[in-house]
């Protein structure tokens, strides 16, 4: 079964720092990419950064400059450093992996998602 444990939210004042830390586990694939998106109340998902199996990183405007992706492939384990935190940051955080299987003759992607871990930031 896979899973994917989201862990360091919590409460923080405006201008602060948190990591978020993400695991994989169960996968029957290889990772071709994992991220974190947020969604704050009544706002649609946003994706806020995304990094690749090489290395590629990408990043909502809103987070270039503040947040750090990075990623440890041999734990399947995603991070995101974010720093200088503004009280619209807050949200609940999920982490996804983009996983790559081999069914028969052909690749499939499947993308799963965490249960999501929430910050707030008290302005």
């Known amino acids: 079964q896979v899973q994917l444990v989201e862990s360091g939210g919590g409460l923080v004042q405006a201008g602060g720092s948190l990591r978020l830390s993400c695991a994989a586990s169960?996968?029957?694939?290889?990772?071709?990419?994992m991220g974190w998106s947020r969604q704050a109340p009544g706002q649609q998902r946003e994706l806020v950064a995304s990094?690749?199996?090489?290395?590629?990183?990408n990043y909502a405007d809103s987070a270039k400059g503040r947040f750090t992706i990075s990623g440890d492939n041999a734990k399947n384990t995603v991070y995101l450093v974010m720093n200088s935190l503004k009280p619209e940051d807050t949200a609940v955080y999920y982490c996804?992996?983009?996983?790559?299987?081999?069914?028969?003759?052909?690749?499939?992607?499947?993308?799963?998602w965490g249960q999501g871990t929430q910050v707030t930031v008290s302005s």
């Open positions: 990094i690749t199996s090489g290395g590629y990183t």
């Open positions: 996804y992996a983009d996983v790559e299987r081999l069914v028969g003759e052909f690749y499939t992607d499947d993308e799963y």
């Open positions: 169960g996968l029957s694939g290889t990772i071709e990419a």
